[in-house]
């Protein structure tokens, strides 16, 4: 009997066991006034930083290159790797204990909404412009505009993205667009779809389910992860938003007419066009079904679906092709993005080498030799000199590739609302996605999930 | 030279030495040093559970660094969401499930495997290894077999591409029927190690006076071996009111809500939402639920085993 209970027990203090404490305490102190003098790429040599990453095409192009890091500045780098599925839990136990046991981590800029609040995460613009601490040739405009902005904000409910501290230096990035099968669809003598409508009836009509085959994929799993790509990029393009700001509240409107026959449209495609177990997708599966020749085309990161084109990587390698995606009916290409950014932890006992470490990673030179040599390619570099320059002559046995992005770079950015409560509200969509999926009326599914995500980022703020 | 040994002690006619006195510090000290193991392993269990049980009280969350105390505001919030009833009602379904296919079925393949054979010996060995593969394991082994566009499942029982395992309606039972896989031979090896510790003289003379097989199994059999099944029944009762693994790595609790158990909320509200209060509560009221069941089944198992000894009709 108390074996049984204290099991129970136990698993209900899996939180407090884990680490996470309401530790933490103040935010420490930026520490980029600390830097005085004049730059110097050794004025931290001889120490030892430690960095949390995820295994990643952008970890696996880096690290080879760190020990021209340890060379260049002293400072060794001890990298610790987490499979990206439980990458961020074991990220937001550690930045919540408050340890500092790492000195700068892998991050995505939706996290920033959540990590920054509680001073988890260091200031980096101070650091930035301080020439002490930075070389005069870092170039941080050079990053793409979008980039830099989506990954900058104030906290405050209804700012936009710009606005406030830079909490991350964007390191690689992948914008959602489609990937098709240019074999097949050379072969039928047909083109990618240019309107929300046309890639509905294409994708319709490359469906083939007694031959296994399906027109399109995209992501459909219980995730937010299911809302950022293709769902949030075409949903904006098609002029929905999802929230607006009234006063000092944000209003959802994912509940609008617009947003609820886009979503209509969505999950229809889903179940026409989609794979059969569309609820439990997520972008392996979509990428692999693409590389398998099974899905005809993907909406989703070009970065994902570009190692499927290298040769060795997939049955398909060689026949893929990029487009941007149906235009919105005012023939705006808005494009969703995710970057994987590198940000210092507010509570590090070395600051210093932990910033010049993201200052090189993030730089032209580290990110160039990254493109010529990563193993699994460089998509997409951050910096437009290096996307201008060494990229670009990877992208020949990549039709569409290149044209894509510089169509849709310049509308690319997030294009979600920032608030605090992002993840709980996002999965929600995702869940009301697939209950729609499942049967239920997108209107009053859709007006459900829009009241209950009103009132938790209200309460948040 | 000589030398005289002195006398060994033996016999009885040698008084044994006294032993040396224990100094009373030493005699005062014992009891702690003896329960120190004990209380490690109280305080490993029950500060967690303190601490956890704490925070269901306070409004923490990542985006409320400094947290204060809410009273029962959490508990309010948590039990008059919709959301926590489904995952109640699928954590129900989904243990009570389990739990009986799991008993059925166990029971039946060790009364199988007690018929000795060469079979039944090969069986009994690889029975186990389902036993040995981690849940999370399973589950993505099971994912790959459920793939409608590649998965070995739809391919043999000619499914084509368009059946989808996962999909609402049918993800309960898909996930159901992984762990009925895993577990089975949990129930089996556990009711048949039951089953060869039975006594044989009552069967034995059942025998002679002529009674059948589904007599003896009736009458003989089954009460006694009722305090085995029981013992099976409640650790997979517990253990699948507390799933998590599987069905996370085969649904992450969908379509929708269809797989949602009480721990994947518990996951999803701390864990992803990084509402750490609310996942708490989640887990506070999971640990009621497994605590006031496991008291109610433990009671039945002691009946059962006073039953099955003679002391109580």
Redesign the interface.
């Known amino acids: 009997m108390l074996v049984l209970g204290g099991a129970a027990a136990a698993s209900s203090g899996l939180l407090a066991a884990c680490g996470v404490g309401t530790g933490g305490g103040p935010a420490a102190a930026n520490g980029a006034a600390e830097v005085t003098g004049s730059f110097d790429w050794r004025k931290a040599a001889g120490t030892e930083i430690s960095v949390l990453q995820t295994p990643h095409p952008y970890q696996v192009a880096f690290q080879p290159l760190l020990a021209e890091f340890t060379q260049l500045t002293g400072i060794t780098v001890k990298a610790d790797l987490v499979a990206e599925a439980d990458y961020f839990t074991r990220l937001n136990t550690e930045l919540a204990s408050g340890a500092g046991n790492y000195d700068a981590f892998m991050t995505g800029a939706y996290f920033i909404w959540t990590y920054g609040p509680p001073g988890w995460m260091e200031d980096l613009r101070p650091w930035i412009s301080n020439s002490a601490a930075t070389k005069g040739d870092y170039d941080f405009e050079d990053i793409y505009e979008g980039l830099r902005r989506s990954t900058s904000w104030d906290f405050k409910v209804g700012s936009p993205l710009g606005s406030g501290g830079q909490w991350a230096i964007p390191w690689g990035f992948e914008t959602n667009v489609i990937a098709y099968n240019k074999a097949e669809f050379d072969r039928r003598g047909i083109r990618p779809a240019e309107t929300f409508d046309e890639l509905i009836q294409l994708a319709t009509d490359l469906t083939d389910r007694a031959n296994n085959k399906y027109g399109i994929a995209f992501r459909g799993s219980r995730s937010w992860a299911t809302i950022h790509p293709g769902f949030m990029t075409q949903f904006t393009r098609e002029g929905c938003k999802d929230y607006t700001l009234q006063g000092d509240q944000l209003t959802a409107t994912m509940n609008s007419p617009e947003a609820v026959n886009f979503t209509r449209k969505w999950v229809d495609l889903a179940r026409t066009a989609g794979p059969t177990s569309w609820t439990t997708y997520d972008y392996p599966d979509c990428t692999a079904d693409l590389g398998a020749g099974t899905a005809m085309m993907v909406y989703d990161a070009d970065s994902a679906t570009y190692p499927q084109n290298i040769a060795g990587n997939s049955a398909q390698a060689g026949n893929l092709a990029w487009h941007p995606g149906p235009a919105g009916p005012d023939g705006n290409y808005a494009t969703n993005l995710w970057t994987w950014s590198l940000a210092m932890n507010s509570a590090s006992k070395k600051k210093l080498a932990a910033w010049l470490f993201i200052q090189w990673a993030t730089g032209k030179e580290a990110q160039t030799k990254a493109v010529q040599t990563g193993k699994l390619g460089f998509a997409d570099p951050t910096r437009a000199s290096v996307f201008d320059g060494a990229f670009k002559q990877t992208l020949g046995k990549f039709p569409g590739y290149q044209e894509t992005f510089e169509r849709v770079i310049g509308s690319t950015d997030i294009k979600f609302t920032p608030q605090k409560q992002f993840f709980q509200t996002t999965e929600d969509w995702a869940v009301a996605l697939q209950d729609i999926y499942s049967g239920q009326d997108a209107k009053t599914r859709l007006d459900a999930l829009a009241a209950a995500n009103t009132a938790a980022v209200n309460r948040a703020s | 030279m000589t030398t005289t040994a002195p006398p060994r002690p033996s016999g009885t006619g040698t008084p044994p030495r006294a032993p040396r006195p224990v100094p009373g510090w030493r005699r005062g000290l014992r009891p702690y040093l003896l329960s120190i193991p004990a209380v490690l392993i109280i305080v490993g ?9 704490y ?1 269901a009280f ?1 409004n ?1 969350a ?2 409320v ?3 204060v105390f809410v009273g029962l505001t959490n508990f309010v919030e948590v039990l008059s969401d919709p959301v926590f009833w489904a995952s109640v009602r699928v954590t129900a379904i989904y243990a009570v499930t389990a739990t009986v296919v799991e008993t059925v079925l166990g029971v039946g393949i060790a009364l199988l495997l007690n018929r000795s054979s060469l079979v039944g010996r090969i069986f009994e060995r690889v029975l186990i290894l389902p036993l040995m593969i981690a849940p999370v394991i399973a589950g993505v082994i099971w ?1 790959l077999m ?5 998965g070995v499942l739809n391919h043999v029982l000619g499914l ?10 049918r ?1 309960l039972w898909s996930v159901v029927l992984v762990d009925v896989w895993i577990f089975t031979p949990f129930v089996a090896i556990l009711v048949l190690a039951g089953i060869r510790s039975l006594p044989k003289e009552p069967f034995e003379a059942s025998a002679v006076d002529g009674a059948s097989w589904f007599y003896m199994f009736r009458r003989l059999m089954l009460p006694m071996m009722w305090p085995y099944i029981l013992v099976a029944v ?1 650790f997979r009762f ?1 253990d699948s009111l ?1 799933v998590f693994d599987h069905v996370y790595v ?9 797989t949602r158990t009480l ?1 994947i909320g ?1 996951y ?1 509200n ?7 209060s609310q ?2 509560t989640y ?2 009221l ?2 009621a639920i ?2 006031l069941t ?2 109610y089944l ?1 009671s039945v198992l002691g009946k059962a085993q006073r039953r099955a000894a003679g002391s109580e009709e």
């Open positions: 269990i029950l500060y967690p559970f303190v601490l956890g049980a925070y306070l923490y990542a985006v660094p400094r947290p994912g459920f793939n409608p566009q590649f084509g591409s368009t059946f989808d395992w996962l999909g609402e309606g993800a409640i517990m507390k085969l649904t992450a609790g969908g379509p929708g809500d269809a721990q518990a999803q701390s864990i992803v939402n990084l509402n750490y996942g708490s887990m506070f999971l640990w497994v605590f496991a008291r433990v």
